[in-house]
């Protein structure tokens, strides 16, 4: 899947969480940045759940700000399809 414009999933409303993606140029690959108000508990399974989700897209070459409020794993997995499929108008 090629990442061809900036797109967004989600709210930051409690148990949920806000996705922003956008493309980068070049051979840059993933860049992810997490936000959680339960990093210290969750903020590694949060990492892999976006990568996997990732990896099922084939994606690279993305900027993805995950803003997590709380939310279970389906829900990020939602809302990281949904913005993906937006970012490459889908």
Do not use: W
Request: aromatic share 4%; hydrophobic share 40%.
């Amino acid at each position: 899947m090629k990442i061809i414009k900036k797109a967004q999933a989600g709210s930051f409303e409690s148990s949920d969480i806000l996705i922003l993606v956008e493309p980068l140029d070049g051979d840059f690959g993933r860049k992810i940045d997490i936000d959680s108000t339960v990093m210290k508990e969750y903020g590694e399974s949060i990492n892999i759940l976006i990568n996997k989700c990732l990896d099922t897209y084939q994606v690279q070459d993305i900027h993805l700000i995950a803003k997590d409020k709380g939310a279970l794993d389906p829900t990020i997995s939602a809302r990281v399809e949904t913005a993906l499929k937006r970012a490459s108008q889908q």
